[in-house]
Nanobody
Framework: VQLQASGGGLVQAGGSLRLSCAASGRTFRSYALAWFRQAPGKEREFVATISWSGGNTYYADSVKGRFTISRDNAKNTVYLQMNSLKPEDTAVYCC?????????????????WGQGTLVTVSS
C-alpha cells in the first residue's frame, strides 16, 4: 500500500482543515487507517484511526470532539476533518495503514506510511 497525504496549510486558531490521504492498491479495504502527527521537537503521536469498514473509530483525547476520521473505500481515500483548531495542533500529519480489522494506536503497529503534510495553526 502506498499512501499520499495532502490538504495541510496555514489556518487561524478556531478554523478548520480537511486532510486527505490517497492510497494505491486493490486491498485498501483490508487495512485499518490512521493519522499521526509530529510537532517540532516532539515525538510522533497517534491522532485517530478507523477500521477497514469505517464502522469503528478511535481518537486521541487531545482531538476527541474536534477531529473526525472517515474513509471512502470506493475512492481509496481516508480523511481527517479538523475543526476548532488550536496552535498546539501545529504539526506534520502523516497517514498510515495497518493490515487487519483491529484499531491499532501504536506507532509500530503500522507498516505503511505516507509522507507528511504540514498543518500550521496561528494564534
Amino acid at each position: 500500500v502506498q499512501l499520499q497525504a495532502s490538504g495541510g496549510g496555514l489556518v487561524q486558531a478556531g478554523g478548520s482543515l480537511r486532510l486527505s490521504c490517497a492510497a494505491s492498491g486493490r486491498t485498501f479495504r483490508s487495512y485499518a487507517l490512521a493519522w499521526f502527527r509530529q510537532a517540532p521537537g516532539k515525538e510522533r503521536e497517534f491522532v485517530a484511526t478507523i477500521s477497514w469498514s469505517g464502522g469503528n473509530t478511535y481518537y486521541a483525547d487531545s482531538v476527541k470532539g474536534r477531529f473526525t476520521i472517515s474513509r471512502d473505500n470506493a475512492k481509496n481515500t481516508v480523511y481527517l476533518q479538523m475543526n476548532s483548531l488550536k496552535p498546539e495542533d501545529t504539526a506534520v500529519y502523516c497517514c498510515a495503514a495497518s493490515y487487519g480489522s483491529s484499531l491499532p494506536t501504536g506507532l509500530y503497529e503500522y507498516a505503511y506510511w505516507g509522507q507528511g503534510t504540514l498543518v500550521t495553526v496561528s494564534s
